[in-house]
């Protein structure tokens, strides 16, 4: 399967939003609602701050908010802080007990 | 919540297996489907495979003639191996606790750097 469609990085002030896409296929996030979200500082494991496209694992800030429309999923981080650079992979479900990851987005706050 | 923690050689010579174990503490091990992930150096993200709790598995179709990944649970274990390797199965390689609760990847171990040299 092909990896997920996310832009390279983005980039924002402190104190604005900041939006990363994530496009799949009809085979993926278009069909499934098992959409999940992980953030990585560099030299750091992956960890999870987004699942089933819009929950917040516990303490994951409400400023990190997951949605969907049709084969794109999308991560918005409000009130950008320095804290949020960092790697941002989605990820899917696409059944037969597989997932297909993005390509990664940085974002860097400016 | 589950903690991670990979162990294994660092360095692995062209044409050998790679092992690696993933060490459990603080769950069950029976109450997670298990995977293996890998990250060379500066890139992205790559799903080595699934092991279910019930035994199923599902390999990356790129990988599949190469690997196993397994599940000791007397031992509280998840191991990894990778046969053949060359130098561009150079890579981190992370460990995740896969929760059917939400679909996801819950709990990463560290990651532990391989290197392959050519």
């Known amino acids: 399967q092909s990896a997920l469609t996310q832009p390279r990085s983005v980039s924002g002030s402190p104190g604005q939003s900041v939006t990363i896409s994530c496009t799949g296929t009809?085979?993926?996030?278009?069909?499934?609602?098992?959409v999940s979200w992980y953030q990585q500082h560099p030299g750091k494991a992956p960890k999870l701050i987004i699942y089933?496209?819009?929950e917040r694992p516990s303490g994951v800030p409400d400023r990190l908010s997951g949605s969907k429309s049709g084969n794109t999923a999308s991560l918005t981080i409000s009130r950008l802080q320095t804290d949020d650079e960092a790697y941002y992979y989605c990820?899917?479900?696409?059944?037969?007990?597989?997932?297909?990851f993005g390509s990664g987005t940085e974002v860097t706050v400016l | 919540q589950v903690q991670l923690q990979e162990s294994g050689p660092r360095l692995v010579k062209p044409s050998e297996t790679l092992s690696l174990t993933c060490s459990v503490s603080?769950?069950?091990?029976?109450?997670?489907?298990w995977s293996w992930l890998r990250q060379p150096p500066g890139k992205g993200l790559e799903l080595i495979g699934f092991?279910?709790?019930?035994?199923?598995?599902n390999y990356n179709p790129s990988l599949e003639s190469r690997v196993t990944i397994s599940v000791d649970t007397s031992e509280n274990q998840v191991s990894l191996k990778l046969s053949s390797v060359t130098a561009a199965d150079t890579a981190i390689y992370y460990c995740?606790?896969?929760?059917?609760?939400?679909?996801?990847?819950?709990?990463w171990g560290q990651g532990t750097l391989v290197t392959v040299p050519s």
């Open positions: 995740a606790a896969y929760s059917n609760s939400c679909s996801c990847l819950q709990t």
């Open positions: 603080g769950g069950s091990i029976k109450s997670y489907y």
């Open positions: 092991l279910s709790n019930s035994g199923t598995t």
């Open positions: 009809t085979n993926d996030v278009g069909d499934y609602h098992y």
């Open positions: 089933d496209v819009s």
């Open positions: 990820c899917s479900y696409s059944g037969g007990f597989s997932l297909v």
